[in-house]
């Protein structure tokens, strides 16, 4: 399993450590936003002063292939859930 955000390493080490993620979860700095941009998951929240982000979602994926994506309505958090995820596994 894997967690992947627009924060550097540093952070996303020192969110795992917090959450005591251990060895199971992959916690995965997308600094400058260049994965998510490649799937064509970013918002520019920079009116908000926030800059270009990352959309909330979770995926699925099966040998490198993504075989499901579940992305979020701004504002939402009912499509990424882990219940909603583990239901498509």
């Not at 959450?19 to 490649?38: H, V």
Request: hydrophobic share 45%; with cysteine.
């Amino acid at each position: 399993m894997a967690c992947i955000s627009v924060n550097d390493a540093f952070v996303m080490g020192a969110w795992g450590k917090g959450l005591q993620t251990g060895d199971k979860i992959l916690m995965l700095g997308d600094g400058s936003g260049e994965f998510s941009q490649a799937m064509g998951l970013t918002m520019d929240l920079t009116k908000n002063g926030l800059g270009v982000r990352s959309q909330r979602y979770a995926m699925i994926v099966k040998d490198g292939k993504i075989e499901q994506l579940f992305v979020e309505k701004p504002g939402a958090f009912e499509a990424s859930t882990a219940e909603n995820v583990l239901k498509h596994l």
